[in-house]
């Protein structure tokens, strides 16, 4: 088990919007990378969620969800990955989402363990993991996560490329790497954040103008949060590890998973096949929505949530 090092670490409070009593903890993963959790504690709490974020996320953008939870009886613990937020960034220029190899994120798995552990968290565990963070919370299953159940929201479980383009992914990423070149930004991503360079009319995360104002607010206000594209390595990375799960069997946990109808970030496809093969599985769909489902619209968040809650604690 990684021992939990933790120390009192920055916490922008005010622009979370969560749970009143959050606060922030520097934690250290077993190869000395400094990474950073948010406890939004709960007295009476029925347990914890442990909240995985997706890529270029950060604690402070699920304080509402946090919220959320609590209203429901739950604590939560956020994550910032390694190379976001403000855990250590792993390349030049910061803003690039890099990442040495995707086994990495394990590390930071049991670092966050490991602090929930320490800080008393409300047991037993639940896991949420959203894009990326859902990706990242399969694998900790395999590895032995101790959850009583898992959800996911749009879990990258693939992602989304046209037919065309997947082998150019593949070969470009790869070539890249043997090059040495893979920390540079991926063909068609960009330098600045997606919620400060994109307007809201047609974008890819939700249809609620209240929580794109809430994600553009916190953006403009502490940019250090903020990622944009990721690099090819992270891509190369990214396509391994998708296929990697994708053949593998489902493993022996009790999950839900929701995936917006609008979706158009990761592939859906691998999610509808994902849960087929999962025998204790349940995939809802959330009509209308795009890729956060966390983010849209007040009432297809309380039905997600209220779905979410009532499946971990039957």
């Known amino acids: 088990m990684t021992q939990a090092v933790t120390q009192a670490a920055p916490f922008f409070e005010a622009l979370a919007e969560g749970p009143e009593g959050g606060y922030a ?6 190869d000395g990378l400094r990474l950073r959790a948010v406890h939004w504690p709960k007295e009476g709490a029925r ?12 604690c402070e953008k699920y304080g509402r969800t946090a919220g959320e939870l609590a209203e429901r009886g739950l604590a939560t613990l956020a994550i910032d990955w390694r190379g976001q937020g403000l855990a250590d960034r792993l390349a030049e220029p910061p803003l ?7 086994g990495d994120y394990q590390r930071d798995v049991r670092a966050m363990v490991a602090v929930a552990k320490a800080e008393g968290a409300a047991e037993p565990y639940f896991l949420l993991g959203h894009s990326m963070g859902g990706c ?4 900790a299953l395999y590895e032995g996560l101790e959850v009583q159940a898992a959800a996911f929201s749009a879990p990258m479980w693939g992602i989304y490329l046209a037919p065309q383009m997947r082998p150019v992914a593949w070969a470009l990423s790869n070539l890249a790497q043997t090059l040495g070149q893979g920390a540079q930004f991926a063909p068609g991503t960009k330098s600045e954040t997606y919620v400060l360079a994109d307007p809201f009319e047609d974008n890819m995360l939700t249809t609620d103008p209240a929580m794109w104002a809430y994600m553009v607010r916190q953006a403009q206000a502490h940019p250090e949060l903020t990622l944009a594209g990721p690099s090819l390595q992270w891509l190369a990375e990214a396509l391994r590890e998708t296929r990697a799960l994708h053949r593998m069997p489902s493993p022996q946990r009790r ?6 109808t609008c979706e158009r970030i990761v592939d859906g496809t ?14 809802s769909m959330v009509e209308g929505a795009e890729h956060e489902v966390l983010m849209e619209r007040a ?16």
């Open 25 to 30: 903890l520097w934690l250290t993963a077993e």
């Open 47 to 58: 347990g914890t969620v442990l909240l995985m974020p997706g890529r270029t996320e950060y």
């Open 96 to 102: 690039l989402g890099h990442v040495g190899r995707f």
């Open 136 to 139: 990242i919370g399969l694998r």
């Open 255 to 260: 999950t839900i998973t929701f995936l917006g």
């Open 270 to 283: 691998r999610i509808t096949d994902r849960m087929r093969r999962w025998p204790s599985g349940r995939l």
């Open 299 to 314: 009432a297809m968040r309380a039905s997600v949530l209220d779905e979410m809650v009532q499946f971990f604690l039957e």
